[in-house]
């Protein structure tokens, strides 16, 4: 696959790390919510080998916050997830599926509690602040949403935790998963969550002191040197072994969370008020007709750009493949893929066409390892 | 400035014409409204040239339709916008400002009244879907909205006329600006509009049925060799030239349109019903204080990727410069910028600092030609 280039302009955001991670050996980028977000440093495949055994800094500020505070949030907030949170707690984060009234995915965000009346939807990339704006004003909901000056530093890998312990001391290895909590440095406080787009274990520092931020982000790597830190990114191979669904490419908008295998965010049995709720009843109580799985192919390559139709013996389209990669682990590409009813048992054979080479594969359980 | 490479992925979507473009030479992309825009094919300035003297045909699907029908499509359409429609025509496009309720522009779009309950639209950089399904769902306004399967192919520039005249006959030279009609080609009827994001005249085609699609682009390129057509894509000295704003680029949503300059499209003395309509109000009774306006500088290139500020002979920040180029027009950068009250009269004099180098500036009014 050829490569081209990025333009840049103020449109796609640049980040405080920018000029410090295109110094470190940036290679690629992508858009993420209007903002560059670094796509690889060099070889994919090293990456993820260096993120499995060492630990990485991620310049992840395209993962925007929608803040919503007020007396109306936490109605608003409930109103467009399908997770309940009336039990949620200050000091939490909650994977919480956002969809509108036809129960379409419209992003699958972490929302943290801050205050019984403040939240912040960390974001997947579409604009929420905008579905969050006109369902307030039409609503009439008394609550102020914008977009707060937070970019994400996501310290990610084994070592995270010893390299975040020296400059931030016990209390934030102690710190359980998905919980977060203030923590100091260079003068300033900063939000820090134990969470992050890998399974590899690791931190989301939510930078609100942008000159605290940079000198954080420099320390991070003079006190990591001796865990051989390095610049890093979301990895794709990583990400799919994991299955983290990523919003865009595996799900959008014309699938709903029960297609999806979020079903345990998804609440029908409660009293709480949320859009598309009659919708999933529905969806429910008749089934669903696609799945959302895993897929092995025996091959060694791909570079997906789009959806790949999944065929079967008699050249029916069964599925299609959605994000792919090839995996070090299974000396395989593996992927994740919508499959259409009932093709999606586990072990149902497909053929796939990648570079006018056809190829076999088979579905599987997510996540992959 | 190094160049960085875009990583592809389903998320950031291809076009139907994507092949087909990167087949002709293009080098750089952009992302807009999660989908690739070309943004070079080689030179800027060649491809600038090229434009104000012949046709190029453009793959600008990155312009996305949201489509809104429905009994209360005008009222939810007149609600997101300070333009006036009470009066608007079927079959014609309308420039239209879309704000919130703070007035804070949300896109700046074009709206095609495709009928009295049925419009399109043509959005700028942002997710102007998830604010309609907002404002529609907490309304409870009867209205179905989602995106249609359209992409744009725009035919610009000067010799554009006689192009489109040679597939489709004197009717499409006849239509007038910003008028659109229906016309057949390949056993698809096609919208067409006269409209474009170039001053140079020509039309944008917005393909439904991609085959067809497929097959007039290229006949385009067919019957366009004797107009010497090129591919291309919106020319950043073009469009600053012309004044054409850039959502994200020149104005964000931390703008409102009386600060930039959309007075003629803000309709205060009327009875529709629009959000941010007293906070307009409120504005214009106090006055603005800023105001977007055109600027010229000493300097012979500049590469921007963010806002950077303009100073006075005191250091003070007096605006901020957001998009520009180097105009071989005016052998000078030109540009769009944000400036403070009472900085912005024409001949205003500032400095501005360039890759750590100094050059003087002053402001003009726009377009700059």
């Not at 505070?69 to 467009?80: R, V």
């Not at 039409?138 to 914008?146: E, M, Q, S, T, W």
């Not at 598309?276 to 092995?296: A, N, P, S």
């Amino acid at each position: 696959m050829k490569n081209y280039f990025i333009a840049k302009s103020r449109r796609v955001r640049s980040t405080p790390y920018t000029s410090r991670i295109e110094n470190q050996g940036l290679t690629a980028y992508t858009v993420y919510n209007h903002m560059l977000l670094p796509a690889a440093f060099g070889s994919l495949e090293d990456s993820y080998h260096h993120l499995k055994e060492n630990v990485q800094v991620w310049d992840v500020a395209g993962e925007r916050q929608v803040e919503i505070s007020g007396k109306g949030s936490a109605k608003l907030i409930q109103l467009m997830t399908c997770r309940d949170l009336s039990k949620s707690k200050v000091g939490r984060c909650y994977y919480c599926p956002i969809i509108d009234d036809k129960a379409g995915l419209i992003n699958d965000p972490i929302i943290l509690k801050l205050d019984e009346q403040r939240w912040w939807i960390s974001i997947a990339d579409s604009d929420v602040i905008l579905f969050a704006k006109g369902l307030a004003i039409g609503n009439k909901l008394d609550v102020r949403i914008f977009e707060p000056n937070v970019d994400i530093l996501a310290v990610q890998g084994p070592k995270s935790f010893k390299l975040m312990e020296k400059i931030f001391g016990t209390k934030i290895t102690e710190m359980k998963f998905f919980n977060f909590n203030y923590f100091e440095f260079a003068g300033a406080k900063h939000l820090i969550a134990k969470s992050g787009w890998s399974k590899q274990g690791g931190y989301e520092i939510f930078v609100e002191n942008t000159e605290s931020g940079l000198t954080l982000y420099d320390k991070l790597f003079e006190v990591g040197k001796e865990f051989n830190v390095k610049p890093g990114c979301p990895n794709l191979i990583e990400r799919i072994e994991s299955a983290l669904l990523s919003y865009g490419n595996d799900i959008d908008n014309n699938d709903n969370p029960l297609e999806c295998g979020l079903d345990k965010y998804v609440n029908l049995d409660t009293d709480v008020n949320f859009l598309g709720k009659e919708k999933l009843k529905e969806v429910k109580k008749k089934g669903i007709t696609r799945k959302l799985m895993g897929v092995i192919i025996e091959a060694k390559e791909i570079n997906l750009s789009k959806s790949i139709d999944l065929t079967n013996d008699k050249n029916s389209k069964i599925g299609e493949l959605r994000s792919a990669a090839y995996s070090p682990y299974f000396k395989k590409v593996i992927g994740i893929a919508m499959l259409d009813k009932p093709y999606w048992e586990v072990s149902q054979t497909f053929k796939i066409s990648i570079n006018d080479n056809i190829f076999e594969g088979k579905v599987c359980d997510l996540p992959f390892i």
